[in-house]
């Protein structure tokens, strides 16, 4: 049975951040490998700054290559929009649950919120979550304190957004540290977020 821990994100780049954080879980943790789940460009509310889903997946691609324990997923492109992680796990369960077993990788900030997601109540029944620490406000919900199917990762804390960096690159400031050379390369050519 394959570990597998989804980190879920837009990736709009995918930065260093990112891939120290999904290094740290398959070096460090039980899991086996970490599968970046690209969220789609959601039909109902177009974000001008959010790249094609394509030209997403293909920097999460190019700054994986690398690391044969991190593999890029599209899987969330071909299912019904919005989508809900609870309906993505199932459709992962349904096609890979045999030799594969699920795990969710969130941020702290997340996990702050996680009491306002769709089922989360049977995402914690049935998954296993691993949390990294983020700079945050607000609390955790006293639910998930010492909950047994919850994780903390002691990850290195990562204040890079991808946002930030878009914000930069436009502005003319030198971002190229911040990403996989992979990916500056790849956005560098297609004249991205400029």
Same mark, same amino acid.
């Given at each position: 049975? =394959? ?9 709009? #780049?995918?930065?260093?951040? &990112?891939?120290?954080? +999904? ?31 394509? &030209? ?11 690391? #044969? ?20 796990? +199932?459709?992962?369960?349904? %096609? ?36 990294? #620490? ?7 919900? &006293? ?23 878009? =914000?930069?690159?436009?502005?003319? =400031? ?16 297609? %004249?991205?977020?400029?």
């Amino acid at each position: 049975m =394959k570990k597998v821990g989804l980190f879920f994100g837009t990736f709009n #780049p995918i930065h260093i951040g &990112h891939l120290a954080i +999904a290094n740290h879980l398959v070096e460090f943790s039980d899991l086996d490998e970490v599968w970046f789940v690209i969220t789609p460009q959601s039909p109902f509310k177009v974000k001008q700054s959010l790249l094609d889903n394509n &030209h997403r997946y293909q920097m999460v691609f190019e700054a994986v290559q690398d690391y #044969p324990k991190l593999k890029p997923s599209k899987i969330e492109f071909d299912l019904p929009q919005p989508n809900y992680t609870t309906n993505t796990l +199932a459709h992962l369960d349904d %096609n890979y649950g045999k030799d594969h077993q699920f795990s969710l990788i969130m941020g702290e900030d997340n996990l702050k919120g996680f009491h306002k997601w769709k089922n989360y109540e049977t995402i914690l029944e049935q998954y296993s979550i691993y949390v990294y #620490p983020r700079v945050s406000e607000g609390k955790v919900e &006293h639910q998930f304190k010492g909950h047994p199917k919850i994780s903390r990762v002691d990850a290195p804390i990562m204040e890079i957004s991808s946002t930030f960096i878009r =914000k930069a690159h436009k502005a003319g =400031k030198n971002i190229r540290p911040l990403l996989p050379n992979t990916v500056w390369k790849y956005m560098d050519e297609m %004249n991205f977020y400029r």
